[in-house]
């Protein structure tokens, strides 16, 4: 049995769709690869960003049953690296202070860092959620 939790939240997939046609709210819901198309195309020139405003409910439910939850919240990682990804507090959120320190005193370093964990952010709250479990 597949219980679903709740790990994404609907409110923060709208808020950051706002900003959806670069791809915000697809990195959020853990499509890496079409967020990055959204970014360059402007959400398939505007198209594919509208028919995400349906399309969020949805994602938000595949996001909930792909991710682990547990004592890291999705939302508050979503939100510091947002905001505060060239310090790297999103790392330090996750107890990642080594490369948060690295983030702080390089941008992000150099702000690849940072596009990095907007690829990979979710997996890394969902290891860390698994691993506070053992």
């Known amino acids: 049995m597949n219980v679903r939790q709740?790990?994404?939240?609907?409110?923060?997939?709208?808020?950051?769709?706002?900003?959806?046609?670069?791809?915000a709210h697809r990195f959020y819901y853990g499509?890496?690869?079409t967020g990055t198309i959204?970014?360059?195309?402007?959400?398939?020139?505007?198209i594919g960003w509208i028919i995400d405003l349906f399309l969020i409910p949805s994602m938000d439910r595949e996001?909930?049953?792909?991710?682990n939850a547990g004592g890291l919240d999705y939302n508050v990682a979503w939100i510091l690296l947002t905001f505060l990804g060239v310090f790297g507090v999103h790392r330090m959120?996750?107890?990642?202070?080594?490369?948060?320190?690295?983030?702080l005193?390089?941008?992000?370093l150099f702000f690849v860092g940072v596009l990095y964990d907007f690829w990979t952010?979710?997996?890394q709250v969902s290891v860390r959620n698994v691993a506070q479990r053992i």
């Not at 005193?105 to 992000?108: D, L």
């Open 6 to 23: 709740d790990t994404h939240s609907k409110l923060i997939g709208y808020l950051l769709w706002i900003f959806g046609f670069l791809g």
């Open 31 to 33: 499509k890496p690869v």
């Open 38 to 46: 959204w970014f360059f195309t402007f959400g398939l020139f505007f």
């Open 63 to 67: 996001a909930d049953l792909r991710f």
């Open 93 to 103: 959120y996750q107890g990642k202070w080594i490369t948060g320190i690295i983030y």
């Open 105 to 108: 005193c390089t941008g992000g």
């Open 121 to 123: 952010l979710n997996d």
